[in-house]
């Protein structure tokens, strides 16, 4: 075969050979064992998240409940005029509250004001003892001689009151009666609705303290030998054999949780105002264990608060210990809301 033709055939054999090789796919990247993915890759699960669950409603007769009530302006309805001593004058008022109209004294110093207020709470005294003034003139009567205008509410279902908040305790339906006072003040043109502080005796001094921790317009207070800033204390001693006192409730034993909702010991606000609290050694009614834990809650709750001792007296002042115990009041209160 010539030389031309001898190289025409290789060169043929030589392409039939890399044409065989380029035919052959290239073998995998994907290392040997581990599977190919194909297709859409899959959606990750949904988890849903478990619903937060609404947490109760707070009874009406609780510490929390009552700083979050919605304050209406009322308007205070000055009527007859009353005995008075120098420098003030009474009258009978009326304002509204829980869809009725509740009863009390009003006692203004002599002149245009505007002056500082101050709620008088009396203690308890049975609905058909009762008559307007009892156990609440003797203390507010000298706050005004002092420039005070003091107003000195008849408790729900005394003197003309209506019934009061249902479903609640008497002692916390006779504070939201005070709270709905406070919201009236302004209706008052001799009262400074910016300075407030409240004032009681025994059971009065109770609903004081209830008013110091839920009302943030109260900014000083004075006890006269309170009940027990510990409802369950009240209601043990005096509630559970007082038909109505407890608001339907059942007793502190059957009912504990409630009775922490509605005690002021154990819901005083790091703006709890300045309080005086004053008792005698003698006092028959109040122990001085119930007054002593009171002071002390407030102590270590940081309130400015000051305990006055009475040597000898009972529950009730009286004489030189009542003179003594109203002079400390002025004083006290002329301090706190100055300015």
């Known amino acids: 075969m010539p030389p031309r033709g001898r190289a025409a055939t290789a060169a043929l054999a030589l392409g039939m050979l890399l044409g065989a090789c380029s035919s052959t796919p290239p073998p ?32 009406p007769y609780a510490i929390e409940a009552l700083r979050s009530r919605v304050r209406v302006p009322g308007t205070i309805s000055v009527g007859a005029a009353l005995p008075a001593g120098p420098g003030y004058t009474k009258h009978t008022i009326t304002w509204p509250s829980a869809n009725a109209q509740m009863t009390g004294v009003l006692a203004a110093p002599t002149g245009p004001g505007p002056f500082p207020v101050v709620i008088v709470n009396h203690g308890y005294v049975p609905v ?26 008849n408790y729900p279902g005394y003197s003309g009151s209506g019934p009061g908040t249902p479903g609640v305790p008497a002692i916390v339906a006779e504070a939201i009666s005070d709270m709905d006072l406070i919201s009236a003040l302004p209706s008052l043109s001799q009262a ?34 309170p009940v027990s800033s510990d409802m369950a ?15 339907g409730l059942p007793g502190p034993d059957q009912a504990p949780e409630a009775y922490r909702l509605m005690s002021p010991r154990a819901h005083l606000p790091p ?40 040597p000898g007296a009972m529950h009730n002042f009286q004489g030189g210990d009542l003179t003594r115990a109203n002079s400390l009041a002025v004083s006290w209160l002329q ?5």
């Not at 064992?33 to 109760?56: D, E, L, Y």
């Not at 204390?233 to 608001?247: C, E, I, Q």
Request: charged share 10%.
């Open 233 to 247: 204390d009240n209601a043990r001693k005096w509630w559970v054999n007082s038909p109505g006192s407890t608001g």
């Open 271 to 310: 703006a709890t105002p300045p309080t005086l609290v004053m008792q005698g050694t003698n006092d028959e009614d109040i122990p001085a264990e119930w007054t002593s834990a009171t002071v002390s809650a407030m102590q270590s709750a940081g309130v400015h608060v000051q305990f006055v001792s009475f």
């Open 128 to 153: 058909g003892q009762y008559y307007t003034g009892q156990d609440s003139s003797k203390y507010a009567d000298p706050l005004a001689a002092a420039g005070f205008l003091t107003l000195s509410p």
């Open 335 to 339: 301090t706190s809301l100055s300015g």
């Open 192 to 225: 400074d609705p910016t300075r407030v502080a409240v004032a009681g005796h025994s059971n009065g001094g109770g609903v004081s303290l209830i008013l110091l921790a839920a009302d943030s317009r109260v900014r000083a207070a004075v006890l006269y030998a």
């Open 28 to 59: 995998s990247a994907t290392p040997t064992g581990r599977p190919v993915a194909t297709g859409t890759p899959a959606a990750s699960p949904i988890v849903s998240a478990a619903p937060t669950p609404t947490p109760a409603p707070l009874p």
